[in-house]
């Protein structure tokens, strides 16, 4: 039996060179929830052509750049998920609107407004859709090889992701993870 332990929210799932699947290859997932009946989390890394503006105005102005709708997954791409990264010394339990994830991250009430949290954020990340996994699914990639579960920083959700995300958090894992940042991913291109 594959072993999903080490996941909990504010984790993130590093996608193996080997997983090809278009939805997740060479993606960095960061998990929002972990429990029992599954797990949801989104993609950090997958930029779409479609400004924040456009889909949330009243949130737009404040999107970290580039202030792109990121494609959080295949799941419910019609639902906007935001999470933001608050500034030293913010509490994320003192602000309302935000639900924390884990340390200076949490999720935002796109229902609320924006000023009070705008002040207190140091970026905010829009996702249209997540990745989700019934239970036992994710444990079962993991065993697989599929995933590498590894600490998630706050830059991670609100830096400027580029397609080099993925082999910036693996190089600053070590060896033997950080050899994986040069993998050709397709074996037979090699």
């Not at 935002?108 to 019934?134: Q, S, T």
Request: glycine share 14%; aromatic share 6%; net charge negative.
């Amino acid at each position: 039996m594959g072993t999903d332990v080490d996941v909990e929210p504010g984790t993130l799932l590093v996608a193996a060179p080997q997983l090809v699947d278009q939805n997740f290859r060479r993606t960095v997932v960061f998990v929002i929830h972990h429990r029992p009946e599954g797990t949801l989390g989104v993609v950090l890394n997958r930029p779409s052509e479609v400004a924040v503006g456009e889909v949330l105005p009243k949130w737009g102005p404040h999107a970290t750049e580039p202030s792109a709708l990121f494609v959080g997954g295949p799941v419910e791409q019609r639902t906007a998920i935001c999470l933001a990264a608050l500034r030293a010394g913010e509490d994320v339990a003192a602000v309302s609107g935000m639900v924390g994830v884990r340390g200076p991250v949490g999720l935002v009430d796109l229902d609320g407004e924006p000023d009070e949290l705008v002040a207190k954020a140091r970026g905010m990340r829009f996702f249209a859709g997540y990745a989700g996994w019934e239970a036992g699914q994710l444990a079962g990639e993991i065993e697989r090889g599929d995933w590498h579960v590894v600490p998630a920083l706050p830059d991670d959700v609100v830096g400027a992701p580029g397609t080099e995300l993925w082999g910036r958090v693996l190089r600053r894992q070590g060896p033997p993870l950080a050899f994986l940042a040069t993998h050709p991913g397709d074996v037979q291109v090699n």
